[in-house]
């Protein structure tokens, strides 16, 4: 045995008679031990149906738009663990949603990363939304103002390695921060980072693309984050 | 098993942990000659390893900083950022109105209009900063430039000196150039403006691969938006104007079709209505809907005289 592979081919049961009956068996019956409760952590635990529903229950809450009429539609808001796509040809409105769903996220629930490939992040919007939402005069507004938006953290990707970077980061940092609690992730708009390499020579791209999606819905149910990227139609090429 | 969290590839990991290097602690205060006989690697690979442990151990050790993510910035440091940036004015009072004071660095605005609208050439010749120009289409016309600067009381080579030209002649050479820009401008810093006129003209004719039209467009899109975004600058894109053909009747809209057109921060219409040249905002993420009146004078863009004065507001 050698390798990690050889190790899950074989049974176990037979490894560990044959382990028993040579002498000094208690340092391989340890390794065995130790390499099973590895192989446990590497993979997602088995879970029956009530321990899902408990943990759809307790664990996976719906965010609220801040809209009436698309919470009504989305039966209640964002579900974290979910992956929401907003799909839209240009200028109708998906950034706005975004930085609607932003404000009131920052405002009520918690923290929200706002990664951004457009250059279209606007504080001022931002300020503007958060000021109607929460009703109070212009010059009042100031301490709800600054920690809402200090809750909203905006990056500016450019390419698909950019974002598989922020997402790793974001793993391993939310998997070691307790303190902090990320709620919503907002990608605007995540077609302008995979459509230059798809298709054509690059074989890559799709692959990558597929990462992304991957890691956004780990990240969306081990974190209980809701996720929400903005995509773009268009018609045929003119 | 801490070093399986590091960003290295999975046969150093492996060998990490085969030579019992299992914790991040453990590799602080080892030196890379001895890994690098620990691990039968080389030298530089060690180096490498530890150069990736120790920038690890110190985003963690950074947790005094915001932000959960490296590189980012909270919405509110970014709110007080804003209230200093500079606007590039127009010299079009009632257009900077609806632009919120002009057009602002760090995006990118298209503005795309039929032939007739000049629009162009003022927004080079208004500031006394260094301006980029690429120019695609046959002709510039310098000689406007010396009408320009006597608004301002300025000499016409101070002028002209702030303005680097590149002429372009096919789409390898714009998408080259847009790829040089941040060497250029990392060099030239106090550029402030690089005009792009127009973007599309490459890309029309003779392109017979769209899907790969598509892909270039939008790559170079993301360098523009890279650029606009690190350097502060204002991007300005230039771009003409098609038919399209829906709900049964032919109607104008930008070239380079929808795909292109996800591709600017702000968008700018330029039309005529009537005997009056209009500017519409169509696309943005912070100004409302408007429109407002322009004159096209021999001192360059100023506000119209019509009797309607009022900007209207959609």
Redesign the interface.
């Known amino acids: 045995l050698s390798t990690v592979e050889d190790f899950l081919v074989h049974d176990v049961h037979k490894l560990v008679a044959s382990a028993e009956q040579l002498s000094n068996s208690d340092g391989l019956k340890q390794g065995i031990n130790q390499l099973l409760s590895i192989v446990e952590t590497c993979h997602q635990p088995w879970m029956n149906g009530l321990v899902l529903l408990e943990d759809r229950e307790q664990n996976k809450h719906c965010l609220s738009t801040g809209c009436k009429s698309l919470d009504v539609l989305l039966q209640g808001g964002l579900r974290e663990g979910h992956v929401t796509e907003l799909v839209g040809p240009s200028s109708s409105g998906k950034t706005q949603v975004c930085f609607q769903v932003a404000s009131n996220v920052a405002m009520k629930l918690g923290g929200v990363v706002y990664l951004d490939s457009g250059n279209s992040f606007s504080p001022t919007r931002i300020k503007q939304i958060v000021t109607r939402i929460s009703g109070s005069a212009e010059n009042q507004v100031n301490g709800i103002l600054q920690q809402a938006l200090r809750n909203i953290e905006c990056h500016a990707v450019f390419d698909i390695y950019a974002l598989l970077n922020v997402l790793h980061q974001l793993q391993l940092n939310l998997e070691s921060q307790a303190g902090y609690k990320v709620r919503l992730i907002i990608i605007d708009s995540i077609s302008s980072l995979i459509a230059p390499i798809l298709g054509g020579n690059n074989a890559q791209g799709h692959a990558l693309m597929v990462s992304v999606g991957y890691l956004l819905k780990k990240l969306a149910d081990r974190q209980n984050i809701a996720v929400v990227v903005s995509n773009l139609i268009f018609y045929s090429c003119w | 098993?801490e070093v399986l969290?590091l960003?290295l590839s999975a046969s150093q990991k492996g060998k990490l942990i085969s030579a019992g290097y299992t914790s991040i602690a453990s590799l602080s205060s080892v030196s890379p000659s001895h890994l690098a006989l620990d691990l039968k690697v080389s030298e530089t690979e060690a180096l490498e390893i530890l150069k990736c442990v120790s920038e690890g151990s110190r985003?963690?050790s950074t947790?005094s900083s915001?932000?959960?993510?490296?590189?980012?910035?909270?919405?509110?440091d970014?709110?007080q950022e804003?209230e200093t940036c500079v606007h590039i004015t127009t010299s079009c009072a009632d257009l900077d109105n609806i632009l919120g004071g002009g057009i602002s660095c760090?995006?990118?605005t298209e503005i795309g209009g039929v032939p007739g609208i000049e629009f162009n050439l003022q927004l080079m010749f208004r500031y006394h900063m260094i301006t980029v120009e690429l120019e695609a289409r046959q002709f510039i016309s310098i000689q406007k430039g010396p009408k320009a600067c006597e608004v301002k009381m300025m000499q016409p080579k101070d002028f002209l000196e702030n303005i680097s030209y590149f002429r372009v002649c096919s789409y390898t050479e714009q998408i080259a150039l847009t790829n040089y820009l941040d060497k250029f401008i990392t060099e030239h810093k106090d550029v402030k403006v690089v005009i792009i006129d127009s973007i599309t003209f490459h890309f029309r004719q003779d392109f017979d691969d769209?899907?790969?039209?598509?892909?270039?467009l939008?790559?170079m899109?993301?360098?523009l938006?890279?650029l606009?975004?690190k350097f502060g600058v204002a991007v300005v894109v230039l771009n003409q104007v098609?038919t399209?053909f829906s709900d049964g009747a032919f109607h104008l809209?930008l070239?380079?079709?929808?795909?292109w057109?996800?591709?600017?921060?702000n968008?700018i219409i330029l039309h005529w209505n009537g005997n009056e040249r209009y500017a519409y905002i169509?696309?943005s993420?912070?100004l409302r809907s408007a429109s407002a009146p322009y004159s096209v004078t021999p001192k360059g863009i100023r506000n119209s005289n019509s009797n309607k004065k009022r900007i209207k507001h959609i």
């Open positions: 098993m969290r960003p985003l963690q947790s915001l932000t959960i993510v490296n590189g980012a910035q909270s919405a509110w970014m709110l804003e760090k995006e990118v769209m899907a790969l039209r598509t892909r270039v939008g790559g899109a993301l360098n938006m890279k606009a975004r098609t399209k809209a070239a380079l079709g929808d795909s057109s996800h591709s600017s921060t968008r169509d696309k993420p912070s």
